[in-house]
């Protein structure tokens, strides 16, 4: 693997003491990827050699990392998430209402609600049930769990689904996990997963494609069934955030620096907005399997290695597999 790093410093201000993270090109594609229309080389040649510039510039300074907001009416950390998708935000709602400012939350492909499916699934949980029913499963578990979570949708999604393409595409992800299963593994255990039983994530995933209902996940089926999912969602009073624009994510940044989050903002203002960053926060997936499981580390593991294979299943899905992958991690 390339390796390209810089290091920075955040200024957190006079309410937290600074804080180191290094930034590292790890890769300059995964090697997987199904969407010839989110091809590397078609978005930057799309947007220009200046906005890649600056985009490249923008992924390398110490702005591009930014701290958790904090709740208005707790004054803690806001503890639920949203999605990795680079599209600026329309419209932020509070359940049914709306709200003035999107604050700064850890993203998962999905939301929180995905990666709790994908844990059920992947440990076992889910057998003989739909798709649609593993969300609805999920759904309830993080409710009865006290754990936060959120969404999004995007501007005319109605029309064709939620909107989030880790929830939309979700058979797709699920197959395309399994196709890539070996490399999903060479992948992980390259940036230091402990890949330890992945071989019964991808056992459960492949016997949990046999009852999902593929068939009734498609075509106009999907649109009811995706309204009905991010509805339950809505009626939970979750944040959705509806998202707009078109995907034109040129990079994937993997967060590990715990209670930060990559500003997505920074890279669609320095190229006027052509060109976006996929953000996921691999520190929120670890804290909902902690959160999940909180007195049984084995599940934890197998949470954790749940929510990272689909999530690579979704990058998958979604790009062309030759997006260059940053991590940004906290200094030792």
Request: hydrophobic share 40%.
């Amino acid at each position: 693997m390339t390796e390209k790093k810089l290091n920075y410093s955040i200024d957190q201000g006079n309410t937290m003491n600074e804080k180191d993270f290094v930034i590292t090109k790890l890769v300059d594609g995964l090697g997987i990827g199904k969407n010839p229309n989110a091809a590397y080389e078609k978005i930057v040649a799309d947007a220009g050699p200046d906005a890649l510039a600056a985009a490249e510039l923008a992924i390398n300074s110490e702005a591009i990392l930014t701290s958790i907001d904090m709740h208005p009416m707790t004054g803690k950390p806001v503890d639920d998430d949203g999605c990795p998708d680079g599209r600026g935000v329309k419209k932020i709602y509070h359940g049914q209402i709306e709200k003035e400012r999107s604050l700064k939350r850890p993203k998962v492909f999905g939301g929180g609600a995905t990666m709790a499916m994908a844990t059920l699934v992947g440990i076992g949980v889910e057998k003989d049930t739909s798709l649609h029913e593993a969300f609805e499963d999920s759904i309830r578990f993080l409710n009865e769990h006290m754990i936060n979570f959120g969404a999004h949708s995007a501007e005319g999604a109605n029309h064709g689904g939620s909107g989030c393409g880790a929830i939309d595409k979700a058979p797709e992800v699920i197959a395309t996990a399994i196709e890539y299963k070996k490399e999903i593994k060479e992948i992980l255990d390259s940036i230091g997963v402990d890949t330890k039983n992945i071989s019964t994530i991808f056992e459960n995933f492949e016997n949990f494609e046999t009852s999902m209902n593929k068939e009734n996940y498609s075509g106009s089926a999907v649109v009811t069934s995706i309204i009905e999912i991010v509805t339950s969602i809505i009626e939970n009073s979750k944040i959705i955030k509806e998202l707009t624009g078109t995907h034109k994510e040129m990079a994937i940044i993997m967060n590990n620096f715990k209670g930060h989050t990559v500003d997505q903002s920074l890279v669609r203002q320095a190229t006027g907005d052509s060109l976006q960053v996929f953000a996921f926060d691999v520190w929120r997936v670890e804290e909902i399997a902690q959160k999940m499981y909180p007195d049984d580390v084995e599940k934890q593991h197998l949470s954790v290695l749940s929510q990272l294979v689909y999530s690579m299943g979704v990058a998958a899905v979604l790009t062309n597999g030759d997006l260059p992958v940053y991590s940004i991690s906290e200094r030792a």
